[in-house]
Structure formats: C-alpha cells, structure tokens
C-alpha cells in the first residue's frame, strides 16, 4: 500500500524502494501468500514503469501474474486480465508489438468470457490493441481499436485524468500515419 502512496505522490525511487522491501518479504513467505505476493509484484511493476524502467516493469508484471494464476488455480479472473493488461502496456513502451498484441488479446478473451461490457479497464485494453496494431502498421484495426478506447475512456475517465495524454498521443501517432495531419495536430 506504501508503494501505491508513494507512486500517487510522485516519489517514484521511494516507492520503487518501499516495494522491493515488499516483495523481499513476501518472497520469503510460503504458497499461501501469493494473492498478496502478486499484488506486491504489481505495485513495484507500476513503480518501475513510472520510472522508466520498463523490462523491470515487465519482469515484475510477469511474476505478479504467475502468482495470481497460482492464488485462482489456473482460472481467469479481472485480476489475470489486468495482470495482462499490465504487460502489454509494459511491452508497448519496449515497442515489442507483436507480444502486446498477444497479452492485449488475454485480456481482452479473459474480460469478454467474464462478462466485462464497457469499463475502464476493457477500455485500456482496447487502447492497448489499438497501439500495438499502430506499431504493427496495421492501421484500421488501430483505429477500430483507438476510437472505441477513447469513446469508453470518455465514460469513465474523469476529463483531467493524465491518461488522456497517452491516448491522445496514440490517436495523433494514428492520423499522422493516415496521412490526417490536421486531424493529428
């Protein structure tokens, strides 16, 4: 939870600190804690992104995930989807397309087989579709895939929120490749 304070303070290295020290701890713990252990790994995962470090990110959000289906029996849920989410977003600044369109897509499989209609987070993952066919070069399914985000995003997403900047960078990066240059501005 400390991690999680810091990270919304901006104190990015003191949260990245303060989660090693959880996931020391937990690390040391038997198999019973693995719910918590995962939400350990995640948190440092969010830190590490937030500083940059992005295959750290990545390697944390790939441990958190392997707990959390450990702690579910193998069994998908909104938390192993968010786990996926977390990866692609890490995959996509790693401009590994290819891999964040796969974790996009568990996502994605997981939410719908789970009854998730609209929501913030089937809307993250469509945004991360959306990039990863953008980096691909496969430009109308990042645009299916971006606007639909936004569209959602705009329902739940207070208008203020620094996630705006992501997806409209994104939605500028689409146009400019359509060749929409007012549009992209």
Not at 40 to 66: F, T
Not at 71 to 90: E, F, G, Q, R
Request: glycine content about 6%.
């Amino acid at each position: 939870d400390l991690c999680g304070t810091y990270m919304k303070q901006g104190l990015i290295d003191e949260a990245i600190s303060i989660g090693r020290s959880a996931v020391e701890c937990f690390d040391m713990t038997d198999d019973s804690q693995n719910q918590l252990q995962a939400i350990a790994y995640n948190n440092l995962s969010l830190a590490h992104c937030e500083a940059g470090e992005y295959r750290e990110a990545l390697d944390c959000s790939r441990r958190s995930l392997k707990l959390k289906l450990a702690s579910s029996a193998n069994k998908p849920n909104l938390s192993v989807a968010i786990a996926h989410v977390n990866i692609a977003d890490h995959l996509l600044f790693l401009e590994r397309y290819d891999d964040a369109l796969v974790e996009a897509n568990a996502a994605l499989q997981i939410l719908d087989a789970q009854g998730f209609g609209d929501s913030i987070i089937r809307a993250t993952t469509l945004q991360n579709l959306g990039s990863a066919y953008l980096g691909l070069d496969e430009l109308e399914e990042a645009k299916k895939n971006l606007l639909k985000g936004a569209a959602s995003k705009g329902k739940f997403m207070a208008a203020k929120d620094p996630e705006w900047a992501q997806l409209n960078l994104d939605l500028a990066r689409l146009y400019a490749a359509l060749g929409e240059k007012t549009t992209a501005d």
